[in-house]
């Protein structure tokens, strides 16, 4: 048994001591690989973790080997939302205990060999960092992408801030409740900063065709955009000269529509306010987000307003409604109901008791109108353009395109934060800082709970005079999601002194140019609608103003699976299943932690944990270190002179299958090939040469770093950094023995055993030297003959 924890020791102080994986930047071919970058949080890393970041690392130490200039940063996300809670329950300051978890983590990723280039780590709470993350922001305002709004967040008193949508879960009584904590949220009007990422949703959609994204995660975006082609309809309403405007994408089923459905906050009622139902009705939907109303579409709820609108196409009388399914900034906040086509309509009428016409008919691909007077019998393409045609030509309808996805809302009010380089003069004026604006050293950072920030109470911090006239700071603090949007730049822009480049400088730009966009980049999917979206957009309006030179931040996005508890169930404190990854690496060492993680199963799937499976690795770990020192310890088992070529094709074609292996990133199957071959080299009592345990240690560096170095350095060989991934030679591989059946006049009269590739009159002369075959053949003449390859040959005589 191998000493893995000297061996670890050893290797990972000469690494940070040589600087082994230092960023490179003199090959002309380039590889960015990224992992979403951690929060430090108090409980450390758990066994999840080191999945994606060996997945990313295995890339990181392959392409390095293949002549690659490799950036494989890491760093923090340290603001936000939990570290503050954490500060406000234990009574500690978030910015000390924030620095104790990072070192901390630091520790951790050491101890299990990952080849970051530790001069590229980045703090989210380093104002040489969120000094650029203000930055941006003011480019933001500057191109009217940000804007101060009133509207309707939500809004969790307990933790005295609103919530993004993202931030908020259903309870198990079907409550709103925030995600940390689980506190009541409701909905409230609040003044907040909000970003523009609407102007951008065409852009983000347009932009998943170029990128490597699996079909779900391209789906979750299409979906959370939420793009809809169709038309706006003008409703006039009964004695009235007003009229409402309704959203559709099939304007071709308005012969159908019976009713009109308008959002609880559609400007129509104002002025209705004063009817108890509708006013109660008002007040509960204030407590749902759209994601609660788009959820329970089952359960209809509504309120008739009591106002009647006329159906443009049938001078019809149909009535106008209210309901929570219906949202406010979709479209134009109405729809027409036309239950005879549409589900969600069809439930509201029955429900309600609303007339049902049925005006489809046919096959789903060739359906007609019925029941609508001179369009009767018109396909729905027809249909669609003759009665769009119509309403446009009568200025009662025009094309338009909707978008599910909402602006951003961007503040937070916390201490725990970027702040904004934001003030205001006595009358409300915004102005934007020059300098960057550092958060303040408070020591009572609880919620002020009047809807401000604890930012609020810091006077000395928060009023200011300039130039004989006073002014007052912006108190909301930036989300979590402000660094993580812009982050995987600064890496590229951070010097080996700390230091970073200008953002905006011409030596920043031709940095961006060698390294954007990320090649790979490895995380959670539940970062699929939030942080992937938020990052495009703003890389997205960076590169429209010119500070970078490609207008994707990722190019491929692999999102790994969960590792579950040994229980088969989500590993949490409360069920007591989790694997602290420290006692792991104590007792089986880390080389035997990556590699069994990396066995588990595909990258993607969901696996389970298993200590009888680990101890396995390690049993292996230990079975490679015997037999490599076998023949590092014994000269006369090397010998030239001694050549199995059964053995020189499995090494070749395991050089062959771990390279396609690992560029597939279908890591389990590396590990397999590695196995047969050490198995094989078991039995083997001499090597010709060193080379295929040389090659062996290196491919395996990727996946057991410490060991591979261990048993390289036992070979007399250079250090992994100084080597480089072994070619294959495919005239070495030994093709594998093929049967092939012969038959002649449809019956089988023979088989032969065919090894290597051969051409196929070859094939034919072996199958005819068969003496079986020669027997029914022997003085016929041969009509036909075929050959389908590696299978069969077939004669008729």
Same mark, same amino acid.
């Given at each position: 048994?191998?000493?893995?924890?000297?061996?670890?020791?050893?290797?990972?102080?000469?690494?940070?001591?040589?600087?082994?994986?230092?960023?490179?930047?003199?090959?002309?071919?380039?590889?960015?690989?990224?992992?979403? &970058?951690?929060?430090?949080?108090?409980?450390?890393?758990?066994?999840?973790?080191?999945?994606?970041?060996?997945?990313?690392?295995?890339?990181?130490?392959?392409?390095?080997?293949?002549?690659?200039?490799?950036?494989?940063?890491?760093?923090?996300?340290?603001?936000?939302?939990?570290?503050?809670?954490?500060?406000?329950?234990?009574?500690?300051?978030?910015?000390? &205990?924030?620095?104790?978890?990072?070192?901390?983590?630091?520790?951790?990723?050491?101890?299990?060999?990952?080849?970051?280039?530790?001069?590229?780590?980045?703090?989210?709470?380093?104002?040489?960092?969120?000094?650029?993350?203000?930055?941006? &922001?003011?480019?933001?305002?500057?191109?009217?992408?940000?804007?101060?709004?009133?509207?309707?967040?939500?809004?969790?008193?307990?933790?005295?801030?609103?919530?993004?949508?993202?931030?908020?879960?259903?309870?198990?009584?079907?409550?709103?409740?925030?995600?940390?904590?689980?506190?009541?949220?409701?909905?409230?009007?609040?003044?907040?900063?909000?970003?523009?990422?609407?102007?951008?949703?065409?852009?983000?959609?347009?932009?998943?065709?170029?990128?490597?994204?699996?079909?779900?995660?391209?789906?979750?975006?299409?979906?959370?955009?939420?793009?809809?082609?169709?038309?706006?309809?003008?409703?006039?309403?009964?004695?009235?000269?007003?009229?409402?405007?309704?959203?559709?994408?099939? =304007?071709?089923?308005?012969?159908?529509?019976? &009713?009109?459905?308008?959002?609880? %906050?559609?400007?129509?009622?104002?002025?209705?306010?004063?009817?108890?139902?509708?006013?109660?009705?008002?007040?509960?939907?204030?407590?749902?987000?759209?994601?609660?109303?788009?959820?329970?579409?089952?359960?209809?709820?509504?309120?008739?307003?009591?106002?009647?609108?006329?159906?443009?196409?049938?001078? @019809?009388?149909?009535?106008?409604?209210?309901?929570?399914?219906? *949202?406010?900034?979709?479209?134009?906040?109405?729809?027409?109901?036309?239950?005879?086509?549409? %589900?969600?309509?069809?439930?509201?009428?029955?429900?309600?008791? *609303?007339?049902?016409?049925?005006?489809?008919?046919?096959?789903?691909?060739?359906?007609?109108?019925?029941?609508?007077?001179?369009?009767?019998?018109?396909?729905?393409?027809?249909?669609?353009?003759?009665?769009?045609?119509?309403?446009?030509?009568?200025?009662?309808?025009?094309?338009?395109?909707?978008?599910?996805?909402?602006?951003?809302?961007?503040?937070?009010?916390?201490?725990?934060?970027?702040?904004?380089?934001?003030?205001? +003069?006595?009358?409300?004026?915004?102005?934007?800082?020059?300098?960057?604006?550092?958060?303040?050293?408070?020591?009572? =950072?609880?919620?002020?709970?009047?809807?401000?920030?604890?930012?609020?109470?810091?006077?000395?911090?928060?009023?200011?005079?300039?130039?004989?006239?006073?002014?007052?700071?912006?108190?909301?603090?930036?989300?979590?999601?402000?660094?993580?949007?812009?982050?995987?730049?600064?890496?590229?822009?951070?010097?080996?002194?700390?230091?970073?480049?200008?953002?905006?400088?011409?030596?920043?730009?031709?940095?961006?140019?060698?390294?954007?966009?990320?090649?790979?980049?490895?995380?959670?999917? @539940?970062?699929?609608?939030?942080?992937?979206?938020?990052?495009?957009?703003?890389?997205?309006?960076?590169? +429209?103003?010119?500070?970078?030179?490609?207008?994707?931040?990722?190019?491929?996005?692999?999102?790994?699976?969960?590792?579950?508890?040994?229980?088969?169930?989500?590993?949490?404190?409360?069920?007591?299943?989790?694997?602290?990854?420290?006692?792991?690496?104590?007792?089986?060492?880390?080389?035997?932690?990556?590699?069994?993680?990396?066995?588990?199963?595909?990258?993607?799937?969901?696996?389970?944990?298993?200590?009888?499976?680990?101890?396995?690795?390690?049993?292996?770990?230990?079975?490679?270190?015997?037999?490599?020192?076998?023949?590092?310890?014994?000269?006369?088992?090397?010998?030239?002179?001694?050549?199995?070529?059964?053995?020189?094709?499995?090494?070749?074609?395991?050089?062959?299958?771990?390279? =396609?292996?690992?560029?597939?990133?279908?890591?389990?199957?590396?590990?397999?090939?590695?196995?047969?071959?050490?198995?094989?080299?078991?039995?083997?009592?001499?090597?010709?040469?060193?080379?295929?345990?040389?090659?062996?240690?290196?491919?395996?560096?990727?996946?057991?770093?410490?060991?591979?170095?261990?048993?390289?350095?036992?070979?007399?060989?250079?250090? =992994?950094?100084?080597?480089?991934?072994?070619?294959?030679?495919?005239?070495?591989?030994?093709?594998?023995?093929?049967?092939?059946?012969?038959?002649?006049?449809?019956?089988?009269?023979?088989?032969?055993?065919?090894?290597?590739?051969?051409?196929?009159?070859?094939?034919?002369?072996?199958?005819?030297?068969?003496?079986?075959?020669?027997?029914?053949?022997?003085?016929?003449?041969?009509?036909?003959?075929?050959?389908?390859?590696?299978?069969?040959?077939?004669?008729?005589?």
């Amino acid at each position: 048994m191998y000493k893995h924890k000297e061996i670890e020791k050893k290797w990972q102080n000469i690494w940070e001591t040589t600087k082994a994986f230092k960023t490179t930047e003199h090959n002309d071919k380039k590889y960015y690989v990224l992992d979403m &970058f951690p929060y430090p949080s108090a409980a450390g890393l758990h066994v999840g973790h080191p999945e994606g970041y060996t997945a990313s690392d295995i890339i990181a130490r392959y392409k390095r080997l293949n002549g690659y200039d490799v950036l494989h940063p890491i760093g923090w996300d340290a603001f936000g939302l939990p570290a503050e809670q954490y500060a406000l329950k234990t009574g500690h300051h978030p910015a000390s &205990f924030t620095q104790e978890n990072i070192k901390t983590f630091k520790k951790q990723l050491k101890s299990l060999g990952f080849s970051f280039d530790w001069d590229k780590e980045i703090d989210t709470t380093d104002p040489k960092f969120y000094k650029w993350t203000q930055w941006i &922001f003011k480019k933001l305002y500057e191109h009217n992408l940000a804007e101060i709004k009133k509207i309707d967040v939500n809004w969790c008193q307990e933790l005295g801030t609103v919530l993004a949508n993202e931030e908020v879960i259903i309870d198990e009584k079907g409550n709103r409740v925030s995600e940390r904590g689980n506190f009541p949220v409701i909905r409230k009007p609040m003044k907040q900063w909000v970003l523009k990422i609407t102007k951008y949703a065409e852009k983000l959609l347009d932009g998943l065709d170029k990128l490597e994204f699996s079909e779900s995660l391209k789906s979750l975006q299409e979906n959370w955009i939420g793009k809809s082609s169709g038309h706006v309809i003008k409703f006039k309403i009964e004695n009235s000269n007003q009229t409402i405007d309704v959203f559709t994408t099939r =304007i071709e089923t308005i012969l159908g529509a019976s &009713f009109i459905v308008v959002a609880p %906050e559609h400007e129509l009622l104002n002025n209705l306010k004063s009817n108890k139902n509708i006013n109660e009705y008002l007040e509960y939907t204030k407590t749902l987000s759209d994601r609660d109303r788009i959820s329970n579409i089952k359960q209809k709820t509504g309120v008739y307003t009591g106002i009647n609108a006329i159906n443009p196409m049938t001078s @019809e009388l149909i009535p106008i409604w209210t309901s929570d399914y219906v *949202l406010k900034n979709y479209g134009t906040g109405a729809i027409m109901g036309v239950p005879g086509v549409d %589900e969600r309509d069809q439930d509201f009428a029955l429900k309600f008791n *609303l007339d049902i016409k049925n005006i489809i008919t046919g096959e789903v691909d060739h359906e007609y109108l019925v029941n609508c007077g001179s369009y009767t019998g018109l396909d729905l393409r027809t249909a669609k353009e003759k009665i769009s045609q119509k309403l446009i030509n009568e200025h009662q309808a025009y094309e338009q395109i909707s978008y599910k996805i909402r602006d951003w809302i961007f503040s937070r009010q916390r201490y725990w934060g970027e702040p904004f380089p934001v003030y205001f +003069d006595e009358n409300n004026n915004i102005y934007l800082e020059e300098n960057i604006v550092e958060l303040p050293y408070m020591e009572n =950072i609880k919620p002020s709970n009047t809807g401000e920030s604890p930012l609020a109470n810091n006077k000395d911090w928060l009023y200011f005079e300039k130039d004989g006239r006073k002014y007052k700071r912006e108190t909301n603090t930036m989300p979590q999601w402000a660094g993580s949007s812009w982050y995987f730049l600064a890496y590229i822009m951070k010097n080996a002194d700390g230091s970073y480049l200008d953002i905006n400088s011409k030596e920043a730009y031709q940095r961006f140019e060698k390294w954007l966009p990320v090649d790979l980049y490895i995380g959670g999917q @539940e970062h699929a609608v939030g942080h992937l979206i938020y990052s495009r957009f703003w890389h997205k309006f960076l590169y +429209d103003i010119k500070i970078l030179p490609v207008d994707e931040p990722f190019l491929k996005v692999v999102n790994q699976g969960m590792i579950l508890g040994p229980d088969g169930q989500k590993m949490s404190k409360s069920r007591g299943n989790v694997i602290n990854p420290d006692e792991i690496i104590d007792e089986y060492g880390a080389d035997t932690l990556r590699v069994y993680e990396m066995f588990m199963g595909p990258l993607a799937e969901t696996k389970e944990w298993s200590v009888e499976s680990i101890r396995g690795i390690r049993k292996w770990l230990d079975r490679v270190e015997v037999i490599i020192s076998k023949f590092s310890n014994d000269s006369t088992l090397i010998n030239e002179n001694h050549k199995d070529n059964k053995f020189i094709s499995l090494w070749q074609s395991t050089i062959k299958e771990v390279t =396609i292996a690992i560029n597939t990133l279908k890591f389990n199957i590396a590990i397999s090939k590695l196995m047969v071959f050490i198995n094989s080299l078991y039995k083997v009592e001499k090597l010709h040469s060193i080379k295929p345990l040389v090659d062996f240690c290196i491919m395996f560096s990727t996946l057991a770093p410490h060991l591979s170095e261990e048993l390289l350095e036992q070979l007399n060989q250079k250090q =992994i950094k100084d080597q480089k991934w072994p070619n294959v030679d495919e005239k070495l591989i030994q093709n594998s023995i093929v049967k092939i059946v012969v038959q002649v006049n449809g019956k089988v009269r023979g088989i032969f055993e065919k090894e290597g590739n051969l051409s196929e009159e070859e094939i034919f002369t072996m199958a005819l030297s068969q003496p079986n075959v020669q027997k029914f053949i022997d003085g016929h003449e041969i009509k036909r003959k075929q050959y389908i390859k590696d299978k069969i040959v077939i004669f008729n005589v």
